[in-house]
């Protein structure tokens, strides 16, 4: 036995392991590669080289000559990574905080408004700066903040997101009360396509590109909400927000808003068991 | 005779500890997303925890119970002591340390990505590293198999390799071919990325890598099993194994198409081509060659032993076989679920009929019933073999072994079946919570309280498990004697050089997965932009 040659054109177990595994290879090859992707209605091949490049997998340029239909409106050119933002910089903070003094009007002396104009204090880094972007670039457009964007740089907005997620989060001017967080907060609704809003804002989960929503004015809230479910603001990548909009009720819209409204920071993370 | 009882006994009982306390994680997981529970304020919680009982479950428990079982055959069927005991214990500390490593994360919520990873989520790179150090600990029992094996073929010129041992080997080259792939794809793109090193990660890519490792690796954890139907049943009921050869066929059979196979994971990705995807479809229907040779021997192998007891007829062998017997009633339920898991998985294998049931509850339910059922039952019956050997004390609580095996079966098939029928309907896996109250799933929810239930039973046959091996140290010591494995009808005196070594299989399997994999992984490689930012989890609440 230990002559027995192995890799050898004579030995039978070697010729046909190798010769069935091929013919299977060759054969499931055939069937996968050219016959399966003939059957295909619909497909239209060059030829046969045609197939089996498509069949395994080829990026090719695309030979059909199809318009590239463009949205008839702006839409967002931020692209949003965890790393756009860049490390925390006190200069830029300082910058930022000069700057900001032209939004104390509306936003508040340190961010928090006592208007129903959003609070920034605390915001995100990465939520107001693609917001300041998108109401320059037209992406979200607003009669009071589209034309106070127009002579910002790149740079003023980086500066000015660092200066207000840099402020400390305070209790926003409204009143906080025991109510039960609802449902479409903490679960959302699954069947429709609705994920926690806690799932992106923080809470239960933070997702790169999401706002603070703890303590803002409700009527910011529900305003916001009710244009992306009727399709007036329309900067959200991907149609993120929009879908979860149009698939609320306005009673959950209303609930939503109200429930966030009256929250101090972290009153989200308590009412889904987290600390 | 078995020289290294504690390094045995210690991979087994570091197997079943983690095998313990992730089965309750389990039963938990599927009793808080019934409708016998609110819904789950925080979701985070059910991944972390499907992510520990995944990784202990898939990585942990079949690792250890591999190498131990690997070492007990190397020495028995070897009969000579272990070569490099030190070693052994090096690797079992590497699993173990391993296993600490990358918990500690998880149990922190730190890792909640599963324990088929997702790209292009990535957490803690602690979790990587430590299922990095489970396998590189079990690489050490494949090197330690491998030179075992070398050193008594030198010493043994010509001989037939015991079949056990021809098994274990094929197990461990298995094992170390099809772990590769996910040790490149955790190298090279997650742990990068978990570092910080990498801010973009090619997902589709990754997910090819890890398809490589995702099926070959079921037969890893199949083959104690198997190499318990060949080896070990036909002793423990009295028979003799019907053949040799056949045995050695089905185990390379194995080596060869259980790993390029792997795509079938992948049918509803975009990434990979159609031709492919129905090639490994195509090498997915031959891997149930190996099973269906195994079904047939064992079974012919069982005639034999009911024959000998006086069995008479077609049918009359089954009635008197030795149905007290925990190794023949172990075998009996473990075929019935490979029966219908290997059934099931015909659907999961199909390009075409996978798109119905693909990511629903079904799949959950086929590898339950395939790991959790069939192989997990012989791992039962492997300690309960080997255990008066490792310990020297007698397990004599027949009608507690039975109890347990009979809870078990029933347990995984009251939680399984309804999980094929609810995939079926269309209920999606890996969710933290369902809306029963909606009609679209109203119907569902009947099936789904009885998974609870089997579950529940499932956690029973555990405790009874523990209890049968625990009482089993506390017994008197007896003399066990030599641990023996199945006779052949025909022993082997001479085999073909292609079924006493594996240059061939391996070989063929090396020449497969260039077949298979080599165009789509290259491709992906060359294509450009094709990586997406990474999604960090358990970052900022």
Known sequence: MSEEKLFSLRNRWFTGAVGLTVAIAAVAALF?????????????????????????????????????????????????????????????IGRGATLALRCTMCHGARGLSEADSPNLAG??????????????????????????????????????????????????????????????????????????????????????????????????????????????????????????????????????????SRQPAAAVSEAAGLK | MLHNKKLILAHFWLAFGGFGFALLLGEWQMYIRSPLHAWLGNPELYYRSVTAHGTTMAYVLPTLVAMGFGYAITEAALKRPLIGRKWAWAGLGLVLAGTIVAIIPVSLGLASVLYTFYPPMVGNPF?????????????????????????????????????????????????????????????????????GLTTTIDAGLARVFFSWTLHAIVYFWLFPAY??????????????????????????????????????????????????????SAFTALVSLPTLLTVFTICASVEIAGRLRGGKGALGWLKVLPWDNPLMLAVAFSFVMLGFGGAGGLINMSYQLDS??????????????????????????????????????????????????????????VLTFPWHYVGILGMPRRMAFYDYTDPAMAGEAASVMMSVLGGA????????????????????????????????????????????????????????????????????????DTSVPVVRVGGAK
């Open chain 2, 457 to 528: 039973i499932l956690v029973v046959s555990e405790i009874l498990f523990f209890t049968v091996l625990i009482r089993g140290h506390r017994a008197p010591r007896v003399e066990a004697g030599e641990y023996r494995f199945s006779v052949a009808t025909h022993e082997p005196h001479s085999v073909p050089a292609a079924l006493n070594g594996f240059g061939l299989w391996v070989s063929l399997m090396l020449g497969l997965t260039i077949i298979n994999y080599g165009f789509p992984i290259a491709h992906l490689m060359a294509l450009r």
């Open chain 2, 227 to 280: 190499i318990a139907y060949y080896t070990i049943v036909p002793r423990a009921i009295g028979g003799r194994l019907f053949s040799d050869p056949m045995a050695r066929i089905s185990f390379s059979l194995f080596l060869v198409v259980a790993m390029p196979i792997g795509v079938h994971h992948l049918f509803a990705d975009p990434q990979v081509g159609a031709g492919f995807k129905f090639l490994h």
């Open chain 1, 32 to 92: 996968g590669f050219v016959l399966l992707p003939s059957l295909q209605t619909g497909a239209t091949f060059a030829d046969t080289w045609d197939k089996i490049c498509t069949a395994a997998g080829l990026v090719r340029p695309t030979t059909l000559v199809s318009p590239v239909i463009k949205p008839d409106f702006q839409t967002s050119e931020v692209i949003v990574t965890p790393q756009m933002m860049g490390p925390t910089d006190t200069v830029s």
């Open chain 1, 123 to 260: 915001q995100y880094e990465t939520a107001v700066y693609k917001q300041l972007q998108d109401f320059k670039t037209g992406a979200r457009t607003s009669a009071v903040m589209s034309p106070r964007v127009t002579d910002l740089s790149d740079q003023d907005m980086r500066d000015l997101a660092a200066y207000f997620a840099y402020l400390p989060r305070l209790p926003g001017y409204h009143p906080t009360g025991d109510v039960p967080a609802p449902r479409i907060v903490i679960s959302g609704a699954p069947l429709r396509n609705i994920p926690p809003c806690a799932a992106c804002h923080g809470a239960i989960e933070y997702k790169t590109g999401a706002a603070w929503l703890e303590g803002e004015s409700p009527v910011y809230l529900k305003a916001q909400l009710e244009a992306f479910a009727t399709g007036t603001r329309r900067n959200d990548i991907s149609q993120q927000m929009r879908n979860i909009a149009r698939n609320m009720t306005p009673a959950e819209i209303a609930a939503a808003a109200e429930y966030y």
């Open chain 2, 356 to 413: 119905s049931i693909h990511n629903t509850q079904w799949v959950t339910g086929h590898f339950h019933l395939i790991f959790g059922g069939a192989i997990v039952i012989m791992y039962f019956a492997i300690a309960y073999d080997l255990w008066p050997h490792l310990t020297g004390r007698a397990l004599t609580s027949f009608r507690l072994m039975r109890a347990q095996l009979w809870t078990w079966f029933v347990g995984m098939i």
């Open chain 2, 127 to 195: 979790y990587y590293i430590g299922v990095v150090m489970v396998v590189v600990g079990s690489w050490i029992w494949v090197a330690l198999t491998v030179i075992n094996l070398h050193a008594w073929k030198r010493d043994n010129p010509g001989a037939p390799v015991p079949l056990a041992m021809y098994a274990n080997t094929a197990g461990a080259l298995l094992w170390a071919w099809t772990a590769v792939g996910a040790a490149i794809e955790l190298l090279f793109q997650i742990i990068p990325a978990a570092l």
